[in-house]
Nanobody, 126 residues
């Protein structure tokens, strides 16, 4: 079982930046896929960014060029650097993970991820 804990959310003005972190308790397999999702009030959860087990990244079109996903494998921490924030980025952000012995690449496919954090709120004011 992998436990994920997000942090770094908050309130910022449009154009500002935040960095989200997601600390994983431990991984027992060598391969992992990790991702960030978000859910705005009244909307369905959507994928934001992901890293597959070969380190390749995927982004939803609306955040390309503004958000950067990265991870520190030694510390089991996933990051989401968010620059140029817009009011439409307001949402609860969740990190998600999958682990296994083989290559994985789920991209922004929500069902691929077995473990989820509790979420951290990001509010962007205009």
């Amino acid at each position: 079982q992998v436990q994920l804990v997000e942090s770094g959310g908050g309130s910022v003005q449009a154009g500002g930046s935040l960095r989200l972190s997601c600390a994983a308790s431990r991984y027992t397999h060598s391969r992992r896929c990790v991702a960030w999702f978000r859910q705005a009030p009244g909307k369905e959860r959507e994928g934001v960014a992901a890293i597959d087990s070969d380190g390749r990244t995927t982004y939803v079109e609306t955040v390309k060029g503004r958000f950067t996903i990265s991870q520190d494998n030694a510390k089991n921490i996933l990051y989401l650097q968010m620059n140029g924030l817009k009011p439409e980025d307001t949402a609860t952000y969740y990190c998600a993970a999958y682990q296994g012995p083989y290559f994985c690449s789920f991209g922004l496919w929500e069902a691929g991820y077995a473990y989820w954090g509790q979420g951290t709120q990001v509010t962007v004011s205009s």
